[in-house]
């Protein structure tokens, strides 16, 4: 049976428990058909800072936005505590409201959503952390075009078949979670379900199961973020502030001592999951939009023309050495990334309709299409090891190591060397940017396609400057740099043969 009640909220500045300084704290008094309770709001001001016709704090209090809000989000809650009460007791007391205010009525039902959320995080972990032990044996049981045996292969099919249905169980019941409006939804729970969707996408080999272990990693900074920061091990939604991101960027630079641009990755991998949630209907709005990501564009560095040529020509001791060198030469000839030189096999080098050798493969970290035409430079390499038999072995070009043993032993290859930058994988791509396609007048765009890359902007980072292309041929390339039998010209030749290049914003 409905019954008519009429609630009144005041509030007021109680003088009598004013403290030595003269401040006095801010009371709501609940008033039910005459009978009234009241309750502390854990405000205090001035006399002076409190407007007592519009009961709000005025300007002259520092405070006076933060303690407004409390006061707003005070009286709607005492509304709606009200009604809540009404729905449950048909009759409402001033008492029972502020007794559902201070321990909501809902209270087990939250305590009850919490444990669920931490269930399903672990629960994630755990899989997770399984799914990535599964793709690093396959890896190792694959590696160098190894074909694991028949035992094997059904082990590792078996294990994935097992993780495959682990995961559709697990976002069968976090559907359950994620799908319930009335859930109250948190931060942890809008990282859990973007990470169990990026799980899915990677299981079924629509993402790279690197980049998911870089997403639950990252998932570990956030919560050591919010145990450092808020002393806790969730916050809803509906909490987080712009100040949020503020506070994580600096915990990250100054408690992990990490870089400007790490920081702000971090920042940004989060906006894009609240962006998500928002999306999803779990929030208005993103309290982040606003939160500008930075990017302070790194220095590049990479051996001078007359430092590869110097180093193309050096002999080392160790075997290992020299292959190593010979890889590096090779991909500052062509712009190839570690993995693209890694996977190369033969079926990756194809004739053009010029009668030359092209490289024609995609690139893993973009899937843009990397098609170039082969230097004679490349191409005697290529045929120095074509013949090798743990290329032969795992039908790929070159038998290239794993990109720790490449990196070190490039480390080795530069303190002899005495080279004065840190020589690793990637310098040979701002070489050939630079040295080979900019150097010669090849187009910004022509430069990004042999790259792999497709934005302008991603090219115009690997090279000097934009300027108008003089020339949209690889032959060019070719004519300055090599005599008619396939050697390397001299410096002074290049030079000459060079010409003016127009220095111009590219259109």
Known sequence: MYVKQNLSILFYRKRKK????????????????????????????????????????????????????????????????FDLVQAKYEIATPELVIQSYKSPLNGEKIREEKIKNLELSELIDEITDAYL???????????????????????????????????????????????????????VLAIDEH???FMQLASAGERSPNTLEKMWGRKKRYLEFLEYRYKTIDLPLDKLEYRFMDQLTTYCMVQKQVIENTAMKYAQALKEIIERSAANGWISTSPFSQFKCTYVEPHHDWLTMQELEDLRTTQFANPKLNLIKDIYVFCSYTGLAYQEVYSLSPSDIITGIDGKQWINKERQKTDGDETLPLLPLPVSIIEKYKNH???????????????????????????????????????????????I?????????????MLGQKSIKTTEKYVRANRQAISDSMENVEARLFNRDGSLKSKNEVTANKGKLIEMKIV
């Open 389 to 435: 038999p743990v290329s032969t072995r795992r039908n790929k070009i070159f038998p290239v190591p794993s990109n720790v043993e490449f990196n070190r032993c490039l480390k080795v290859i530069a303190s002899l060397k005495d080279f004065k930058i840190i020589l690793r994988t990637h310098k040979g791509r701002f070489y050939f940017a630079n040295e």
């Open 195 to 197: 990470l169990l969707n």
């Open 18 to 81: 004013a403290t030595t300084d003269g401040k006095a704290p801010i009371y709501a008094r609940v008033t039910i058909d005459g009978l009234d309770v009241e309750i502390s709001l854990g405000i205090k001001v001035f006399e002076d800072h409190w407007d007592n016709e519009s009961k709000t704090v005025s300007a002259g209090e520092p405070k006076c936005k933060e303690f407004n809000k409390k006061i707003t989000c005070a009286k709607t809650d005492l509304q709606r505590h």
């Open 133 to 187: 032990r599964y793709y690093s044996k396959y890896l190792k049981a694959t590696e160098h075009g190894r074909v694991p045996a028949p035992a094997k292969q059904l082990l590792l099919q078996r294990q994935k078949k097992e993780i495959d249905e682990k995961i559709e169980k697990l976002a069968k019941e976090g559907a359950k979670i994620f799908d319930n409006k009335n859930w109250v939804k948190t931060v």
């Open 437 to 449: 396609c900019y150097a010669n007048g090849v187009p910004l765009k022509t430069t990004g396609r």
